[in-house]
């Protein structure tokens, strides 16, 4: 899900979960998954379609705040 439509899901006050966890296929890497309500999940994506992913936690963190998003769940 791109950046773009979870800035338009938070303006419509939708209800998604934001869960950020390591990156299965590469361990030192953060990625974000995006829940719906209807139980879909997508990977944060930039507007290329390109999944983010970083090796500093505190990044995504930053993008999540800065996006509008108040409440996310870390798995470590």
Not at 24 to 30: A, H, V
């Amino acid at each position: 899900m791109k950046i773009s439509e979870i800035k338009e899901k938070i303006l419509a006050n939708e209800t998604i979960a934001i869960e950020m966890m390591r990156n299965p296929g590469e361990l030192s890497e953060w990625v974000v998954w995006i829940r719906e309500r209807d139980g879909k999940s997508f990977l944060l994506m930039n507007e290329f379609d390109v999944a983010i992913s970083t090796t500093d936690a505190n990044q995504v963190l930053l993008l999540l705040r800065t996006l509008g998003i108040k409440h996310a769940n870390i798995v470590l």
